[in-house]
């Protein structure tokens, strides 16, 4: 069998050296102990012997004088006489012992879970903190890892601590029948919906001309009442609501209006809202007001609705996340429309802007058609001369 | 009935004669502690007992005899190195450490080691710098090797009859200053396992663990602390390899506090290791951080009183107590 | 030769077996696929062979760096030698002792050791228990010329001396510790000469004459076994490889120097003297050597293919007795 002749390992942390020359030609004959080659490591040089004897055989693909290779590499062959050259040298070695799995050491045991003690673990630094704001911290759940009480779960206790202490001087106001009914359907309309807020900047300005020549004169949210609906007829997916699984597009659209009252935030409905002139949504709108106000609203002028306006703008609010008024699919949320500098035909002038921020439920109604909506109250407020009628 | 009383140096003789009744294949090596029965009597009496081949004098060439004595444990003999004053061993750490800590490891167990290695250590009575050290520092944390420090007479009698019995090299370190105390010993033959520390003082307010002379010194300062209204807990290692943490452990729980207690120096010491443990495994039952009381980091020297201001006393151990109870 | 035919043709087979796994070793060291370091024994053959050939298992040998030799002549098998090189789980050392740390105590192979004197002192150790023990067994330590200014040579000796013990001392003074020389290291370089200072049996051989180091070995293990002390016989003899695997063998000697010793090869020498008293036959030989040659061929792709000790067993013995 043919017998390797290979890069030899010189030095005891030699891993690869460079084949110098060789100084018996493919083919010669090698006696024990005759130098076959050079080797180039660690900026030495050094003669390599042969263990064996034979015929020196270097097949073509072996490395050349010139080429660093790792220790082990076979460079060529002694061959015995009559034996078959072979034909090629193999690649050069992965050093086998890197290949063997290591287990990785653990390192020392740390201390037993937080949570088998009996009772709570609380670090030295935490128990100092607890010492200094006086909380009694044997009663909190730490949050470390191990269940160890820290620091911060002893600041978080003291300041929920202050915070507890400070409701008991303050005023007791029992919730009346009305305001948890309306919390009940914020919970159910924040918890059971998918709601997306998209906001809208709109040039008011042309609106606010508008309505300072018309007489009598009418208020902002009759106007946006009426490019609502219209807005709405355009795009009947946000005049929706969901029950059970089926989507319901109402034939009527009915907008409701919130109303801040003594007795918490009331909705009167303007029906048919898309059929009435900006002036008879108005006479309606101030009938419907001045009776929430007074709490004379009738239960049916406040139910039906299938879209609602909010308008915090006489409050000075800019923008703001509304709730949907379930089982309605969308709710616009009015800013205030108040003079800011805007680029108009090239150059930057006041012009009124309002912000508006429409919230829809994502379960029924997509970002596409809502934007779509918004985009055309865009154009009907930037541009509200043709409804006028 | 009263137990019979005798010194800790008697206690250990008896452990060694019933070994080496039982047992023909212990002998001891050593300077003078043949006819002569040793410098600290370790072997008196023996020699007339077991003859010369089992009490053994030796040149001063403690290299040799330790290489020696490798060699014999592994060909079925079990030998004592009685090095006297155990600063001497130090003459041989190669053979201890590249030789008899690990050819049970190499070997893969096929060979033994059992070796007993002992010797007086540390601070007291003006023997300056050459008698006067401990080094079990090195022993412990080199792996293969027990290490054993009784303090009591009881301890030295049944620690030193387990390390005659086991397959491992032992360094069984005798305080000087406890040679002569008395205390009570049972007659028969019974062994104390390696890794059992001992609780010599129950208390709840804070932990010692003492090593060596400190002990009896942690013992007298926690009476007078008592007095003060402060209770404290004594534990005795005994062995510090294997070390015993559970023990502690269980202390500081009810505790919180604990303080160590040495003579031999602080750095890389039992303290530090102990500290380390708790550390990592006692954190959450930390009050205050541990606290170490060691042995001034200077060579022994001669003259009484620096020799006293470098050991630590039972005045020491009580200040320090007193400190850490505060905190 | 007063000695019988088949034992000179068991000390020749001894000497093939070394110096075949050396010069393989010596192969797989420099493919790489032995780590650390290869001290090999080629040129020194007969004295691992002519003073093992007395000894029983049970005897105790203590060698050092370069043991390979007498691993092989005290009976570790061909594959366990290599396999322990090799690293493997099937190694006499499990793997965790490479060349220096060779244990194989079931043929009384107490290891090999990278540190040079404690073999002296071990072996002593030995003597000791078998003399408390009353047994005729004896201890055996090979070391070199380096060991003989090392402190453990003058306490070791010293006792085995004092104590009459069973030892046997086996200097094998190749002249050079590494690459010093023992001429730099000694005024007096007469190893034999300074023992028998010490009071012990000593005498130099031809470490190269295998049936002289047989003949001076057998008077000082049967001293030993009959209670009579310990002895010295210092080989003089010479590694013709150099000190370790893949470190340069210029500089320190000539080549005019080795090849001087090359020609004295041991086991060349023995054959032809065999030869020529007609105690064997040219074809006899070959046998033996063809045999050697596949033995280590076997003991090559045995530890090729053997296992890699198992990681999870890394911290097992290292006490004997669990606390």
């Keep these: 069998m043919a017998i390797d002749v290979v890069m030899p390992r010189l030095g005891w942390t030699m891993e690869e050296g460079t084949l110098v020359e060789w100084l018996k030609a493919s083919g010669e004959s090698v006696q024990v102990g005759d130098i076959l080659f050079t080797v180039e490591s660690d900026k030495a040089l050094n003669e390599v012997e042969a263990f064996d004897a034979g015929a020196l055989h270097i097949p073509a693909n072996a490395p050349t004088p010139g080429d660093s290779v790792p220790v082990g590499t076979v460079l060529g062959y002694l061959l015995a006489e009559g034996e078959t050259p072979p034909e090629r040298v193999p690649p050069p070695p992965r050093i086998a012992v890197k290949d063997v799995a290591v287990t990785a050491i653990p390192a020392s045991s740390g201390a037993p879970p937080a949570t088998d003690r009996g009772t709570p673990a609380i670090s030295p630094r935490a128990r100092r903190l607890a010492r200094e704001l006086g909380v009694d911290w044997e009663h909190l759940i730490g949050t470390g890892r191990t269940g160890r009480i820290s620091e911060e779960d002893v600041r978080a206790a003291a300041s929920a601590h202050s915070t507890a202490a400070e409701t008991s001087e303050a005023e007791r106001i029992p919730m009346s029948p009305t305001r948890q009914a309306i919390a009940g359907r914020l919970v159910t309309s924040h918890r059971d919906g998918a709601p997306v807020t998209l906001t809208a900047d709109l040039d008011a300005t042309a609106l606010v001309e508008l309505r300072q020549r018309a007489r009598p004169r009418l208020g902002y949210n009759d106007y946006l009442i009426r490019f609502t609906a219209t807005a709405l007829e355009r795009h009947p997916a946000l005049n929706s609501s969901l029950h059970g699984d089926d989507i319901l597009l109402h034939p009527g659209i009915h907008i409701g209006f919130a109303v801040d009252t003594e007795a918490g935030l009331l909705v009167p409905v303007v029906r048919d809202a898309n059929r009435k002139s900006v002036e008879e949504i108005a006479r309606e709108s101030a009938s419907l007001s001045g009776r929430a106000l007074r709490g004379e609203l009738a239960r049916q002028e406040m139910t039906g609705g299938t879209f609602t306006i909010t308008n915090l703008g006489a409050d000075g609010i800019d923008a703001f996340t509304p709730i949907i008024n379930p089982p309605q699919s969308a709710i616009l949320g009015v800013g205030r429309i108040a003079q800011r500098p805007a680029v108009h035909e090239g150059e930057v002038v006041p012009r009124w802007l309002a912000v508006v921020s429409l919230t829809f439920d994502h379960r029924l109604v997509d970002g596409g058609p809502a934007a779509r909506f918004l985009a055309t109250l865009r154009e009907l407020v930037e541009s509200p001369v043709d409804l006028v009628a | ?327 | 030769m007063t000695i019988p035919q088949d034992k000179l043709l068991s000390l020749y087979r001894t000497m093939v077996r070394i110096r075949r796994c050396e010069n393989q070793l010596a192969r797989s060291y420099a493919a790489g696929t032995i780590t650390g370091a290869c001290h090999t024994y080629v040129g020194e053959e007969a004295v691992a062979t002519g003073v093992c050939a007395h000894l029983r298992d049970d005897d105790a040998v203590f060698s050092t760096h370069r043991g390979h030799g007498h691993a092989l002549a005290k009976g570790v098998p061909p594959r366990e030698l290599v396999a322990e090189l090799f690293g493997r789980v099937t190694g006499c050392s499990g793997g965790r002792g490479g060349s220096m740390h060779l244990f194989s105590p079931e043929v009384g192979m107490m290891g090999t050791s990278g540190i040079v004197g404690p073999c002296i002192l071990q072996a002593a150790g030995a003597g000791y228990s078998f003399q408390l023990r009353e047994t005729d067994q004896v201890g055996v330590a090979f070391f070199g010329d380096g060991a003989v200014g090392n402190g453990a040579f003058h306490e070791g000796i010293n006792l085995a001396t004092i104590w009459d013990l069973p030892v046997l001392f086996v200097c094998e003074n190749n002249m050079y510790a590494t690459e010093v020389a023992f001429a730099n290291s000694a005024r007096n370089t007469d190893v034999a000469g300074r023992a028998a200072g010490y009071g012990l049996h000593a005498d130099a051989v031809d470490g190269n004459d295998v049936v002289a180091v047989y003949e001076a070995a057998g008077a000082a293990v049967a001293r030993a076994r009959e209670g009579g002390g310990p002895s010295l016989i210092e080989c003089r003899t010479y590694r013709t490889r150099p000190h370790a695997e893949g470190m340069r063998d210029g500089g320190y000697r000539t080549q005019e120097e080795i090849d001087s010793w090359k020609a004295r090869d041991p086991i060349t020498s023995f054959a032809r003297a065999l030869l020529d008293d007609g105690i064997a036959i040219p074809d006899e030989l070959q046998v033996i050597d063809d045999e050697i040659a596949v033995e280590v061929q076997q003991a090559v792709d045995f530890a090729t293919q053997s296992p890699w000790p198992d990681a999870e067993t890394v911290a097992d013995h290292v006490y004997g007795t669990d606390a």
């Design chain 2, 1 to 327: 009935m009263a137990g019979r009383e005798i010194t800790y140096t008697e206690a250990a003789r008896e452990a060694l004669t019933a070994a080496m009744e039982r047992d023909p294949t212990i002998f001891v090596l050593g300077e003078g502690i043949g006819e002569r029965g040793g410098n600290f009597n370790t072997t008196l009496g023996l020699y007339e007992r077991f003859g010369p081949r089992r009490l053994r004098d030796t040149p001063i060439c403690e290299r040799g005899f330790v290489g020696l004595c490798a060699g014999a444990a592994m060909t079925g003999t079990r030998p004592v190195v009685d090095f006297m004053f155990i600063d001497f061993i130090l003459d041989a750490v190669g053979e201890l450490t590249n030789q008899i800590a690990k050819i049970q490891y190499m070997s893969s167990g096929r060979l033994k080691m059992p070796v007993l290695l002992r010797g007086c250590v540390g601070i007291g009575g003006g023997h300056a710098t050459h008698h006067s050290g401990s080094y079990y520092p090195l022993f412990v944390n080199v792996p293969g090797f027990r290490v054993v420090v009784p303090t009591t007479p009881h301890d030295a009698k049944g620690l030193m009859a387990t390390a005659l019995r086991g397959d491992d090299p032992v360094l069984y370190l005798e305080h000087k200053s406890l040679l002569n105390i008395r205390g009570e010993v049972p007659e028969e033959d019974f062994q104390i396992p390696f890794g059992e520390a001992r609780v010599c003082r129950e208390g709840t307010d804070l932990t010692i663990v003492a090593v060596g002379p400190l002990v009896p010194r942690s013992l007298a300062a926690a009476d007078a602390l008592d007095a003060e209204g402060i209770s404290v807990e004594v534990i005795d290692p005994r062995t510090l390899a294997p070390l015993d943490l559970d023990t502690i452990l269980s202390s500081l729980r009810k505790t919180g506090k604990l303080l160590v207690a040495d003579e031999s120096f602080g750095p890389c010491g039992i303290g530090a290791e102990i500290g380390a443990q708790v550390m990592e495994r006692g954190f959450d039952d930390l009050a205050a951080p541990v606290r170490r009381l060691n042995g001034v980091h200077t060579p022994t020297p001669y003259s009484l009183p620096l020799e006293a201001a470098v050991a630590p006393s039972a005045d020491q151990v009580a200040a320090a107590v007193r400190e850490l109870a505060d905190e």
